[in-house]
């Protein structure tokens, strides 16, 4: 059974201050791990696709990076506008289009 | 402009009581899929659609049903609610099967079954 783990559930930084959200997989057979981002009151918001382990991907303040057993979404000097729920999710090959999701990172950046 | 539709956005209803939650995507999407968000859940999957005509169970189908006959819909259908039914739900469709996990969700529907 696919399982992830995102930690932590809630992190509360102050803005300009850099930190990493991680997100633990179990899969057999990793076709594609994604982050999203979700606001309060709406549907998440696809952000990354990383298919392998070395693999980062980069958008505006935001670095996704993937390991064999985790994946870590780096925030640098984070702006208020960042605050969200970050979620993660795995796809195997063996689950066909089934997604995985974990329970999330409510991010919070304070002015 | 690119957009997953959820209708209604809140519900409120009694237990028994048929109801169908739509969904409309306008980008030609063939995969479609209906999560429910609960607290200390997360996101699951209830049915999902490769194509038209083509439905499939997800994680927690009990209690669902769905049909695909047009590519852009693929409605939600409780036949008789009940109140763990209650939940979050959202509808989301990709480009394609095999890029299923980029996803573009509506913007929920909150439903309250009493």
């Known amino acids: 059974e696919d399982q992830v783990t995102q930690s932590p559930e809630a992190l509360r930084l102050q803005e300009g201050e850099s930190s990493s959200l991680n997100c633990s997989y179990t899969?057999?057979?990793?076709?594609?791990l994604f982050w999203y981002r979700q606001d309060p009151g709406k549907g998440p918001e696809f952000l990354f696709t990383?298919?392998?382990a070395g693999e980062e991907k980069e958008k505006e303040r935001l670095k996704a990076t993937l390991t064999k057993k985790e994946s870590f979404l780096h925030i640098t000097a984070p702006k208020p506008e960042d605050s969200a729920t970050y979620l993660c999710?795995?796809?195997?090959?063996?689950?066909?289009?089934?997604?995985?999701f974990g329970e999330g990172t409510q991010l919070t950046v304070n002015p | 402009e690119a957009q997953v539709t959820q209708n209604p956005r809140y519900l409120i209803t009694v237990t028994g009581k048929k109801l169908t939650v739509t969904c409309s995507q306008n980008?030609?999407?063939?995969?479609m899929s209906w999560y429910r968000q609960d607290p200390g859940l997360g996101l699951r999957q209830i049915y999902y659609?490769?194509?038209?005509?083509?439905?499939d169970k997800g994680d927690v189908p009990e209690g669902y049903k769905v049909s695909r006959k047009e590519k852009r819909n693929f409605p939600l259908i409780l036949e008789s609610p009940s109140p763990n039914q209650t939940s979050l739900y959202f509808c989301?469709?990709?480009?394609?099967?095999?890029?299923?996990?980029?996803?573009?969700f509506g913007e929920g529907s909150r439903l309250t079954v009493l």
């Open positions: 999710a795995v796809q195997a090959y063996e689950s066909g289009s089934r997604l995985t």
């Open positions: 659609s490769m194509n038209v005509e083509v439905t």
């Open positions: 980008m030609n999407h063939e995969y």
């Open positions: 899969v057999s057979g990793l076709r594609g």
């Open positions: 989301a469709s990709s480009l394609i099967g095999g890029a299923a996990g980029e996803l573009f």
């Open positions: 990383l298919y392998s």
